[in-house]
């Protein structure tokens, strides 16, 4: 994006460069906070992530809510919900709420966590909101039992009709339940915990076979991410004559960190996981 955005707060921000515009939030959100103007901010799961870091160097203080939803890219929601050291860290630094929503915006199901009332749940996406179903299915597109993992489908009064002039592309993202009620298939992989709250995996076709077991890139991008020296961070799946696939990591570095080398990083990421997610 480019130019200047202003929303209904009054707040402006130069979008010319995503680094330069979450300073700008960072800037603004740290003056309107600490004057008592600002109360509830909603920002993409990236955006909550730079914003606050910035943001906690400049000392924000003051309560503020934050929340986030999962964005879409050409048609498929992306599977980036905030980390649960990350949720903890905004708990523990700023005072407040931090409300998270998982969904899509061509619809379907939306899933809510609070995370100041359930503490011990950040490593979910919440519980599924009033009027949404979220179901699990398998990849014949049966409900798998309670506990298993499935893709996530889900339906409720604000769904899409279709992609336009797309019919066998809408058809791909439709399911129908045994009593013909429509979901729509986001294509990410979860399962709900013993208390109904979502716990996300990672995208369907992400999925890494390595040597007959189901690696999950997200599970090994979460251990990457706590290195200090990490940035940010995407593990895919190469071909492997031994293994089938094996995941490999792509890494961005802090500038503002101790440098790592390659080498010393992937010895300290293998020794955070398990035996068949090593890199």
Not at 128 to 138: N, V
Not at 148 to 171: C, N
Not at 189 to 206: E, P, S, T
């Amino acid at each position: 994006a480019s130019g200047t955005a202003v929303d209904e707060t009054g707040l402006k921000f130069d979008m010319s460069d995503f680094d330069g515009y979450a300073a700008e939030v960072a800037i603004q959100l740290t003056e309107k906070a600490n004057a008592g103007e600002v109360t509830v901010v909603s920002l993409g799961p990236e955006a909550v992530q730079e914003t606050l870091r910035k943001a906690l160097s400049m000392g924000a203080h003051r309560a503020v809510q934050l929340k986030h939803d999962a964005p879409v890219h050409d048609g498929y929601a992306i599977a980036t919900a905030l980390a649960a050291e990350l949720k903890a860290d905004i708990l523990r630094r700023w005072p407040g709420g931090l409300t998270e929503f998982y969904g899509m915006t061509e619809g379907g199901g939306r899933t809510e966590l609070r995370c100041h009332a359930h503490p011990d749940k950040l490593h979910t996406v919440g519980r599924p909101a009033q009027g949404h179903d979220i179901r699990l299915i398998d990849e014949q597109g049966v409900q798998v039992p309670a506990g298993e993992s499935g893709e996530v489908v889900g339906s409720s009064a604000a769904m899409m009709k279709g992609y336009y002039r797309m019919p066998e592309k809408t058809s791909e993202v439709e399911w129908f339940s045994p009593e013909g009620k429509r979901f729509i298939r986001t294509g990410d992989v979860g399962r709900f915990d013993a208390d109904g709250f979502l716990i996300l995996g990672d995208r369907k076709k992400d999925m890494i076979i390595s040597g007959g077991f189901n690696v999950y890139p997200v599970d090994i991008e979460s251990v990457l991410l706590q290195h200090p020296g990490v940035k940010e961070c995407a593990v895919v799946g190469v071909s492997s004559r031994l293994w089938g696939e094996t995941p490999v990591a792509y890494v961005v570095l802090r500038t503002d960190a101790t440098p790592i080398d390659a080498e010393a990083l992937k010895a300290w990421t293998n020794a955070q996981v398990g035996k068949i997610q090593r890199l």
